[in-house]
């Protein structure tokens, strides 16, 4: 079983939908939380970043962390075909044992006009 | 600007080859990483350094050997034992190994 579960997709919405993508984990020492997004052919960049429990708005972008059922998500609003890309979850911890990151596989989502 | 650059953008290797991919990072980070992605597969962690003159092996290592001689800089070569070298190449850099990773637009290897 891999540490990092993620669907790949690929997932696809009209514009203005509600998009909700998911990560779920099984190493319960995980404490940070990030979602990157990848664009075809580019590194990943930073969306968001969240510690331990909770949720975290920017924007159109809702984070969601929810440890005791060591699962995450990402809520993308009134989606956009800039949206269009793949969603990449990310996590490591606890705070003495963070060399590594772990990603999840990635979801590709793809929103039409 | 601040930023991770990576060079080439595309790296042909022949057989029998080695070849570097450079990462140049001006934010004054102090961690670097070296990942490979490969379809379906996600991000796979092949070497990193948390400070100059140290590195450790991530989860792929074999066939490929990194230097880190200056905060700013952390080449990769693919060695002639990489047998499989056809991926996409991607540099992260963070302030430290707690912090959040940021990336280059990555190098694409292709094999002749």
């Known amino acids: 079983q891999k540490e990092v579960e993620q669907d790949p997709g690929p997932l696809s919405v009209p514009e203005g939908a509600i998009v909700s993508l998911n990560c779920t984990y099984s190493?319960?020492?995980?404490?940070?939380f990030m979602w990157y997004r990848q664009y075809s052919r580019k590194g990943p960049e930073l969306l968001m970043y969240?510690?331990?429990?909770g949720n975290k708005e920017d924007g159109r972008f809702t984070a969601q962390v929810d440890k005791s059922s060591k699962y995450i998500s990402l809520f993308i609003r009134d989606s956009q075909p800039s949206d269009s890309a793949t969603y990449l979850c990310a996590m490591n911890g606890p705070s003495y044992n963070t060399d590594k990151l772990i990603f999840g596989t990635g979801t590709r989502l793809q929103v039409f006009p | 600007d601040g930023g991770i650059t990576q060079s080439p953008k595309y790296l042909f290797r022949k057989e029998g080859q080695n070849v570097t991919l450079s990462c140049e990072q001006n934010?004054?980070?102090?961690?670097m990483y070296w990942y490979r992605q490969d379809p379906g597969q996600g991000l796979r962690l092949i070497y990193y350094?948390?400070?100059?003159?140290?590195?450790q092996k991530g989860d792929i290592a074999e066939g490929y050997s990194v230097s880190r001689e200056k905060k700013e800089s952390f080449p990769l070569t693919v060695t002639s034992a990489q047998k499989n070298p056809t991926a996409f190449y991607l540099c992260a850099s963070s302030i430290a190994a707690v912090e959040t990773q940021y990336f280059g637009p990555g190098t694409r290897l292709l094999v002749l």
């Open positions: 350094s948390q400070i100059v003159n140290d590195f």
């Open positions: 190493n319960s020492a995980f404490q940070y």
């Open positions: 969240t510690y331990s429990s």
């Open positions: 934010l004054n980070h102090d961690a």
